[in-house]
């Protein structure tokens, strides 16, 4: 998908229903239906509106890529596999060597045989 494509439905997903509940609301004020049961239907509705947009963003974003060296390098820094100093120094020749596609290579090379 494109990303232009890609932007036009994130802005449909997040502003049609927002644009339907102001429509409704402001609807609910002229005529004169801006009842007690009315507004609590009115928030809930919001709230879940909220929510699904919340969904729906979160369902599109991507999933880490799990061979790059440096999401590997986190990982096993959370899970306690490595110490500061070795995680810092790895950090730095993933991130500042001359070459970064090799410092990449030698750090995966390192760290995913182990």
């Given at each position: 998908m494109s990303p232009l494509l890609e932007r036009f439905e994130r802005l449909v997903v997040r502003v049609v229903p927002m644009v339907v509940l102001g429509v409704v609301g402001s609807a609910a004020a002229v005529f004169g239906g801006l009842t007690d049961t009315f507004l609590a239907?009115?928030?809930?509705?919001?709230?879940?509106?909220?929510?699904f947009v919340a969904f729906v963003d979160r369902a599109r974003a991507e999933p880490p890529d799990t061979t790059d060296p440096l999401?590997?390098?986190?990982?096993?820094?959370?899970?306690?596999?490595i110490d500061d100093a070795a995680f810092e120094r790895t950090l730095d020749r993933l991130l500042v060597g001359n070459?970064?596609?090799?410092?990449?290579?030698?750090?995966?090379?390192?760290f995913l045989v182990e």
């Open positions: 239907f009115y928030a809930v509705t919001w709230a879940l509106t909220l929510a999401f590997v390098l986190q990982q096993r820094y959370a899970r306690g596999d070459d970064l596609e090799r410092s990449r290579r030698d750090v995966e090379r390192e």
